[in-house]
């Protein structure tokens, strides 16, 4: 097990945040022991908005086990959703398509129940085994109250790792799938972000109501809402915690929006 003290802009994907205590642990006995005092969880960083000042607790990543994976087994939950789906369409297995272009670990997107119109997290799930309260526990999905971007893990949960549904669909129809939900990414920005700030309101795309609104380009200091797609807040470069709220706020005056984000801090 390795702990630093890191700067968390440099493990999450807007780039802004300050320093915690990162406890990378390779076992569940390392993970017992990280979680002996106040922790929070990291994952691929990608949905994430951290404080300029950081965090006082402990941040766990996962390294070791976490990142071992067999699709016919199980799949650890430090591993790159991106990284399977590749392996999996090449294997003709489907499951994951929807998934394709979200930047996450198997463990955040099950957090998040990440995902598209075209699929999420939750659909490729047969069983998800989980820390907590000192000891792992098997769930399987309907146990975990998923919904739109949203799970109902037991307090204090760290995902361990899974075991995947994905069925047979032959390599073509796989990867007609993945064209399908690329196709529908295009619009989106390539500059640093954590991806959409606010959720989608039932039946509409918030994207749509900030562009409608007239908010693209809007930025406080480095922190700008794009220009390409009206629900990604970006990082110019150099973008503080504090700016990228207070152009949240600045949203949410306008419109009554909910946060994707996780705020830590
Ligand atoms: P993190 O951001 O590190 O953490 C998010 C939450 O999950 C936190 O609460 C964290 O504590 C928790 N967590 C992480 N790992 C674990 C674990 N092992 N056990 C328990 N809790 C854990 N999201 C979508 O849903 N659809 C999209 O299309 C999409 N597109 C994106 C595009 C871009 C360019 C970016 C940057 C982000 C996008 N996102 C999208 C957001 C993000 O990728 C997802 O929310 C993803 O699920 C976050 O996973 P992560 O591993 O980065 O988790
Ligand atoms: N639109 C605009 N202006 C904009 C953005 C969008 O008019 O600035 C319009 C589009 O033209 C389209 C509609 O709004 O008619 C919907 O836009 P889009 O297809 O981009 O989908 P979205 O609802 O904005 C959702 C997810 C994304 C996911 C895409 C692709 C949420 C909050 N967003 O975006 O997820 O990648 O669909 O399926 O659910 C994320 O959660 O972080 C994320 C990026």
Known sequence: MKVERLPLSKLTTLGVGGPAEVWTVETP??????TEAPYR????GSNLLVADAGVPERV????????????AGWVGA???????????ARLGLSGLEGLHGVPAQVGGAVKMNAGTRFGEMAGALELVEIFHDGALHVYRPEELGFSYRHSALPPGSVVTRV?????EAGEE???????????A?????????AGCAFKNPAGDSAGRLIDRAGLKGLAVGRAMISHEHG?????????????????????????????????WG
């Open 29 to 34: 006995e390392d993970l017992a022991r990280a």
């Open 163 to 167: 075991r995947l549904r994905l069925l």
């Open 78 to 88: 430090g591993a790159l959703v991106s990284t399977l789906l590749l392996k999996s």
């Open 231 to 263: 629900n990604f807040i970006v990082n110019l470069g150099g973008a503080t915690a504090r700016e990228v709220y207070a152009l949240l706020r600045r949203v949410q005056r306008v419109l009554p929006l909910e946060v994707e984000w996780e705020i």
């Open 41 to 44: 969880v990291l994952g691929n």
């Open 185 to 193: 990414r295009k619009g989106q920005p390539k500059k640093k972000s």
């Open 173 to 183: 129809a796989v990867r007609a799938k993945i064209a399908l939900v690329d196709a």
């Open 60 to 71: 766990i990543a996962l390294g070791g086990v976490f990142k071992e994976w067999d699709f």
